[in-house]
């Protein structure tokens, strides 16, 4: 489990050569450090007399932000469990026609499980952003920077897993299934990526 | 220190509404998930027939990651340390007049040494930019895509740490040493951001 690694060993594993954790578990990583920042910024706002007014909108946002939490850190652990099979499925014989078969099989279910992990971590960090959007009016202005450094991770989060979707969907042969999924991760980066901008932009514009 | 924390213990110490760690501290811990990404691309080149030709250079990158992994993991705790002094002076009296030119000295100077800390992670994130460019060109096309995340993560410490370069110097009195670090700060991110969109462009176009 990741969640109880010490930081020098998950850089450490990170750095290996072992395939896991790579891009995607990282990615997933990154919206959960992006969460965290923002749970700081609220956790900075509510019991104060001068943000009375939007304590509970703020409460609810920091309950939604520790659910995702707990579903990147999970997606992290996630990523890495998808890969082991698509690993051995690489390595099948396909020498024969029902070898051939089998393997195509395999790879394909294994291919599917792969691309929609890392889906999972992009539609759940353009979440985050719409949280760090309403966080940025109502949060503290006293951490008003720290929310533009959480939209920079969940933007990590978004720019890094989409190439982890595509690789994967690239090899599928179930091309109609691969085009929705690629459609799915294109939408999250179509709506992600603006958004991530438009809080930076906005958080950048506040502290000039 | 940072790197004996678990991944659960960093979370919720960045979460928390203990200022440190927090954007700064987080900006780092992002430059550090680059380097090792990086250092993953290099593992995974190293050592193998096809990359023979280019071995030395890769090996020399990852010397380099190496290095700065370490600068990037050390400002994690340098951005703790430096807050705490700060912190102090924001709470020094300033009743009587010796009081106020005192107080100004001291948050003069702590003012600088917290903007000097993220200004060094913005400048070591374009070092591991420049570096990544050269890996994505010469390290093992099955892990380019790793190199795209790594792109996200150092792009993430420049635009993280940048804000906490200028949170601080807006208060700094000396306004020449003040525009002179927003000025290697606007520098850092006129190479770095470019940069790292080149990049990441070059590894999306390979994913195709």
């Known amino acids: 489990m990741t969640r109880q690694q010490t930081i020098e060993t998950f850089l450490e594993a990170l750095s290996s050569r072992q395939p896991v954790p790579g891009g995607g578990g990282a990615s997933a990583f990154a919206g ?6 923002g749970l700081m910024v609220g956790n900075l706002t509510v019991g104060k007399k001068k943000y009375a007014a939007v304590e ?24 890495a469990r998808v890969f082991a099979p698509l ?14 078969a089998h393997k195509d099989r395999v790879m394909e279910e294994n291919l599917l ?26 949060g503290s202005v006293m951490a008003v920077s720290d929310v533009g450094v959480a939209v920079q991770f969940a933007r990590t989060a978004l720019t890094g897993a989409v190439m982890n979707v595509y690789i994967n969907t690239k090899s599928m042969k179930d091309r109609q299934k691969a085009e929705e999924i690629n459609q799915r991760a294109e939408a999250a980066v179509t709506e992600g990526i603006p958004l991530a901008e438009r809080i930076y932009g906005r958080v950048t514009e506040r502290l000039k």
């Open 113 to 138: 499980h792969a691309s929609l992990v890392p889906l999972k971590i992009m539609e759940l960090a353009v979440e985050v952003l719409g949280i760090l959007e309403e966080l940025e009016e109502k």
């Open 87 to 100: 690993a051995a499925a690489y390595g099948l014989p396909a020498g024969t026609q029902e070898e051939r």
């Open 32 to 37: 959960a450090l992006g969460t965290a920042l």
């Open 56 to 79: 509970a909108d703020v409460s609810h946002m920091m309950e939604r932000l520790e659910g995702l939490q707990r579903e990147m850190v999970a997606l992290i652990d996630e990523d």
